[in-house]
């Protein structure tokens, strides 16, 4: 089955404990990117990536980073977590990133900093 | 930021065709337009995406009006499970994100 799968779903950490949440395709899709949803504010991109080894990044960056060493997988990693990371995160990929592209939407990692 | 404008909420009953209404007059001329709908506790799931004719799949069907600075996304009959957060979006041509909006939360009376 064609999916994209996150890891952990649920994570409570407290602040300034690193962490990683990784994403995973199994598609062989070139683009992959992570959003990250808060309530009022919609879905906002954080990083993307456009093949391996080539990432930038998206409209909310800030306290973020990513790799892309592999193309299956595309992992977040909060180096020093702080409360107002507290969200929901979706990671997706799509198999170019153009404009007629699908995306494909993991199921989400819902992280709490305390 | 590609700016649409989507009612917040719309109610429909069950079983009659829901009309989910867009306005994106910032559109040019080779940006597409995409819906997306988020289920209670899901990630994001594609529905259907149009450039500038009008265009169906086995989900819904997607109204382009002549300017393109609105569109309609349309379920034929709703159910239960068409509950969601509806998404309309902009694919802009040179950009590598979707910038979603707030969406229109639908919901469905039985």
């Known amino acids: 089955e064609a999916q994209v799968t996150q890891n952990p779903r649920y994570l409570i950490t407290v602040t300034g404990k690193k962490l990683t949440v990784t994403c995973s395709q199994n598609?062989?899709?070139?683009?992959m990117s992570w959003y990250r949803q808060d309530p009022g504010l919609g879905l906002r991109q954080i990083y993307y990536?456009?093949?391996?080894?080539?990432?930038d990044k998206g409209d909310v960056p800030e306290g973020y980073k990513v790799s892309r060493k592999e193309k299956r997988n595309f992992p977040l990693i909060l180096e020093s977590p702080s409360p107002n990371q507290t969200s929901l995160y979706f990671c997706a990929s799509s198999q170019t990133g153009g404009v007629a592209d699908t995306q494909y939407f993991g199921p989400g990692t819902r992280l709490t900093v305390l | 930021d590609a700016k649409t404008t989507q009612p917040n909420s719309m109610e429909s009953n069950e079983e009659e065709p829901v009309h989910l209404p867009c306005n994106h007059s910032?559109?040019?001329?080779?940006?597409?337009i995409h819906w997306y709908r988020q289920l209670p506790s899901q990630g994001p799931e594609y529905v259907i995406h149009?450039?500038?004719s009008n265009v169906n799949n086995r989900m819904a069907s997607l109204a382009i009006a002549e300017d393109r600075k609105s569109s309609t996304l349309i379920l034929h009959r709703a159910t239960l499970r068409d509950a969601a957060v509806y998404y309309c979006?902009?694919?802009?041509?040179?950009?590598?994100?979707?910038?979603f909006g707030t969406g229109t939360r639908l919901t469905v009376i039985p």
């Open positions: 910032t559109i040019s001329g080779t940006d597409y």
């Open positions: 979006i902009l694919a802009l041509t040179g950009a590598n994100n979707l910038f």
């Open positions: 990536s456009m093949n391996v080894e080539v990432t």
């Open positions: 149009g450039l500038t």
């Open positions: 598609m062989n899709h070139e683009y």
